[in-house]
């Protein structure tokens, strides 16, 4: 029998930006593309530091002629302070909604109350559907088991996805080093936005020489910032660590044999990494 799964983003905070400009500002700063979000879908975005650094990422659904953003809390109030540096004459509004509670529900359940929106998580369909409302609690008639951040954290990284709060870095992380481009974090034909040359430029000029990948502990330990070194040679670290699962900043060029044809590290150490 399959388990269901939720898990509550307690520390979700939520924005609203409304007016006639919201859709063009919006455009105008994050990397993904506001124009082509459906109705009734959920886009995933970030925004960038001129120089294409992760500043903060976040989702954004329509609310009839507004953008509701939902973000980690940790990004929250510096994403409220550049928006409002960056809205200049804009003719938009930005403010705080407090009365909205996340979800993501993992399984085929099917929701009894009212909510905003019950979307597949646009990054990838295994990282559950996101349910978005008004009320603290869920009303489902199936079985459901809540689990933790760190099991949470565990499926983001079984996916090849950085969870934004753990895994990234403001001002530092880059998003083609963090698999953005195949988490549909990025579109490539929008225009400019905030850090696109750069980021255009890594791309289109292969200048991308590390990247993260996704690996379990097959045998022995190792813990976040542990160095990964095979046969004397310094080829990335360990970055995140959920359980048995790890996400590693390595070398493109030193491990792309290894991970085509899916051989387990053995590291200098003893200690055995196998590729998801």
Not at 124 to 150: A, R, V, Y
Request: hydrophobic letters at 35%; aromatic letters at 10%.
């Amino acid at each position: 029998m399959t388990t269901n799964y939720l898990y509550k983003n307690v520390n979700s905070n939520f924005l609203e930006i409304s007016g006639e400009d919201s859709a063009d500002f919006l455009q105008n700063l994050i990397t993904n593309d506001i124009f082509k979000m459906q109705n009734n879908k959920i886009l995933y975005s970030c925004l960038l530091t001129p120089q294409g650094k992760f500043s903060s990422d976040f989702f954004i659904y329509k609310n009839n002629d507004s953008f509701i953003l939902e973000t980690h809390k940790k990004f929250y109030k510096e994403l409220i302070n550049k928006l409002n540096i960056y809205k200049l004459r804009s003719k938009i509004k930005i403010k705080d909604i407090i009365n909205k509670y996340s979800f993501v529900i993992f399984g085929n359940i099917k929701i009894n109350n009212s909510y905003d929106i019950f979307v597949t998580d646009p990054r990838n369909i295994n990282l559950g559907k996101k349910l978005i409302q008004t009320d603290e609690t869920i009303t489902t008639s199936s079985s459901i088991e809540e689990i933790d951040e760190i099991k949470f954290h565990e499926i983001h990284i079984k996916n090849h996805a950085p969870y934004s709060p753990l895994d990234l870095i403001t001002n530092k992380s880059l998003l083609l080093e963090n698999n953005f481009e195949k988490i549909n974090g990025i579109s490539w034909d929008k225009g400019c936005y905030v850090g696109q040359e750069i980021t255009a430029r890594m791309k289109y000029r292969a200048l991308l020489k590390k990247k993260i990948y996704s690996l379990k502990i097959i045998s022995g330990n190792i813990n976040i910032q542990d160095k990964i070194v095979i046969d004397n040679n310094l080829i990335g670290e360990v970055i995140s660590k959920a359980n048995n699962y790890l996400l590693c900043m390595l070398n493109i060029k030193l491990i792309q044999n290894q991970f085509e044809e899916k051989n387990n590290l053995k590291l200098d150490n003893s200690i055995i990494l196998e590729f998801l």
